[in-house]
């Protein structure tokens, strides 16, 4: 049961996120080195955005400012995921082909939310865990290994949000 849940996820992922399993050694630590790239570049803009505001506009540290980069950043997701789980869940050609397959009806639904979780995942890693590397480089006290997997906890559980709120209010869409 669970087996032919995580082969849809499989399916999905390898067309979703362009991931060959036969692919070369150097291509995944291409790919991987990409990501990474990209967390460097958020952190890096993440950082001079913080520091503009907090010595350059001489506005006093507090977590005010950073909570509405993570709300901004929230309800940019949602969005996405409203649109993305209308085109995904409903109207989507490849339904017809995984219906088809020999698993519950319902596992097909529940493997493409469970992939727009990891792709909405790997967006939080590249843009949330930034800022909240940035926050804590930029304000004097802050980054501590407790602050680290504290910004890895929330990088890891604030696509729920969006994932759910994007597969709920994308219903009356359809």
Known sequence: MLRSLWTLIKLQLSEKLKWKSNASVGYKVATIAKRIGYMA??????????????????????????????????????????????NVLYTSKDNALLLTYPVKHHFVYISKILVMYIV??????????????????????VLSANYVLSGLGYAILLPFIPVLLGAIISIPFV
């Not at 006093?60 to 996405?80: A, C, D, G, R």
């Not at 909405?120 to 006290?141: Q, R």
Request: charged share 5%; net charge negative.
């Open 41 to 86: 570049v958020a952190f890096g803009i993440f950082t001079a955005l913080f520091y503009v505001i907090f010595n350059v506009l001489f506005l006093e540290p507090n977590t005010e400012y950073f909570v509405f980069f993570i709300f901004v950043l929230q309800i940019i997701s949602i969005i996405s995921c409203v649109v993305q789980a209308s």
């Open 120 to 141: 909405e995942l790997l967006k939080s890693l590249t843009l949330v865990f930034p800022l909240f590397m940035a926050y804590g480089t930029i304000v004097p006290g």
